[in-house]
């Protein structure tokens, strides 16, 4: 079961539009080894269609809650960590410097729960809308986890690297509100209009702008230097999450963690990376 949609139109200016959609609302979207999988062939497919904007969104209540805990922790318990980290924070690592280099203007609507690594699919996105119900939480210090997903790759630079530690350090939550006065958003959209929203984002900056020239500036703010910058970032951050995850405090963490979502008969059983 395809756990992506994907779907190409063309605009009146002529202008193509892909738009990728997590579609694992069930799962709350987590950023498990298959939807990670098919994320990257989808925004490689949209490369290959020369779009010019890829909206990228998600079904359900939640964009995404992040990677699953308990898959890691099993992952530990089997002595595969390692494998499973690549399969996992290794994909969406990739992911993340597919989003930086496309060709391509990225607007990422969001809603709910953008927890763990998934807020680096917001973070490396040109132009983001969020839901007014909408957060942003790391939940790293709290299950023991080393961060991912550019929390320490592309956050410090968006909003300084003290702020960015003091969020992860505190388990801060951002509403939706809170991230757009820091930058992390473009707009914040009622609830029921965000896709709408979306749509209507690209259709407008395709009628009023000149693509090749939005392409460009992109270009310029991600140029080679930048994202080499970014990639060592990236590459450290996989290094530390595979020295952190096998650790016997990060094991009683995730133990703590878990229990903590069941004994609140939480539906977010996949929370957090």
Not at 9 to 30: D, F, H, I, W, Y
Not at 56 to 65: I, M, P
Not at 165 to 184: M, T
Request: proline content about 3%; hydrophobic content about 45%; some cysteine.
């Amino acid at each position: 079961m395809s756990t992506i949609r994907y779907l190409e139109q063309r605009l009146a200016s002529g202008e193509r539009v892909a738009s990728v959609t997590l579609a694992a609302p069930a799962r709350c979207n987590s950023l498990e080894p298959h939807i990670l999988t098919e994320l990257t062939r989808a925004l490689d497919q949209a490369c290959e269609a020369g779009a010019t904007f890829v909206i990228l969104q998600a079904e359900g209540r939640h964009f995404s809650t992040g990677g699953d805990v308990a898959a890691f922790q099993a992952a530990v318990q089997a002595g595969n960590e390692d494998t499973f980290s690549d399969d996992v924070v290794g994909l969406l690592q990739d992911v993340i410097r597919r989003l930086l280099a496309l060709p391509a203007i990225v607007v990422t609507a969001a809603q709910g729960a953008i927890t763990g690594g998934s807020a680096g699919l917001v973070f490396a996105s040109d132009l983001v809308l969020l839901s007014e119900d909408a957060f942003i939480q790391p939940y790293f210090a709290e299950v023991g986890f080393s961060p991912d997903g550019s929390w320490t790759a592309l956050l410090p630079e968006k909003i300084g690297a003290g702020r960015a530690l003091q969020i992860q350090l505190a388990n801060e939550r951002l509403p939706a509100k809170q991230a757009l006065h820091l930058g992390l958003a473009h707009r914040v959209i009622p609830n029921e209009g965000l896709a709408d929203a979306a749509m209507s984002l690209v259709e407008r900056l395709s009628r009023q702008h000149v693509a090749s020239g939005m392409l460009a500036s992109k270009r310029v703010v991600w140029d080679a230097d930048r994202i080499s910058a970014v990639d060592a970032r990236l590459s450290a951050e996989l290094a530390s999450f595979k020295r952190q995850i096998a650790a016997p405090e990060t094991q009683a963490g995730m133990r703590r963690f878990l229990d903590q979502l069941a004994g609140a008969n939480d539906n977010r059983n996949r929370i957090d990376v």
